[in-house]
């Protein structure tokens, strides 16, 4: 093998996309192509058997996201291949499960032959800058992620500094009760109520028992305050 040749696997499950995605690679003077597979099954089972430095993986193959699942079984074992998703697929969920597998770059099907090429020598050399509308969408997923830690972190310091009396509010407010019906469950005044319900909103930093009980809904807690 000549130095510094970059060892290429595919894995496209249309037959012609596979056999042009190999051309296009043979026909360069630093790559070959080591391996080529139909199914997110074959391209594991190849890069168990050989070494290679890229692989051009499609998402969707025997299944929707087979490309994602084979990226994410390669990765466990080789963490050094580089693998460039190769898809039709521009959703941002499809984007964020498929960079979120360690995967170094995401190309659309039909870009220009030099613009492959490109990526692929840039992921070979760490390199890689990704296309504007795949960096957004990532940077998006990440920042989100963030706020959700953050949310998260303030839930439980919040928690923590409940009352068993304040716990048990939550858990009728989780349940749809209305103020009187608390009263009446628990047999206390209404204003006491009103003013428990006060320290609650307080401690979590809301103007409603609403947005107390939608931000236990989105972490998905509600089974910290089950009887």
């Known amino acids: 093998m000549a130095q510094g040749m970059i060892r290429e696997m595919v894995a496209e499950d249309v037959e012609l996309l ?55 079984n390669i990765l466990a074992e080789k963490p050094n291949i580089k693998i460039i998703f190769l898809t039709a697929h521009e959703t941002d969920s499809i984007i964020t499960s498929a960079m979120g597998t360690g995967a170094v770059d995401y190309v659309v099907k039909g870009c220009d032959d030099a613009v492959l090429l490109d990526h692929i020598r840039r992921a070979y050399t760490d390199t890689t800058v990704l296309e504007a509308h795949i960096r957004q969408t990532v940077m998006r997923e990440y920042t989100r992620l963030h706020q959700s830690e953050r949310s998260l972190i303030f839930f439980f ?22 103020t009187a019906e608390i009263a009446r469950i628990r047999c206390v005044e209404m204003v006491t109520v009103k003013t428990q319900i006060k320290g609650l909103l307080n401690k979590f930093d809301c ?8 931000m236990i809904h989105r972490l998905g807690l509600e089974h910290l305050f089950l009887p």
Not at 37 to 43: F, L, N, R, T, V
Not at 44 to 71: F, N, P
Not at 157 to 178: H, Y
Not at 207 to 214: G, H, L, P, Y
Request: aromatic share 2%; proline share 1%.
């Open 157 to 178: 310091n919040s928690v923590a500094r409940l009352t068993p009396v304040e716990r048990e509010l939550v858990r009728l407010l989780l349940e749809g009760k209305k």
């Open 207 to 214: 103007s409603r028992t609403k947005e107390i009980v939608q």
């Open 18 to 72: 596979l056999e042009d995605f190999c051309d296009i690679v043979d026909q360069e003077l630093d790559m070959e192509v080591v391996g080529a597979a139909s199914s997110g099954q074959q391209i594991c089972a190849l890069a168990q058997e050989k070494d290679c430095d890229v692989i051009l993986m499609d998402v969707e193959m025997e299944t929707m996201t087979a490309g994602i699942l084979a990226a994410e």
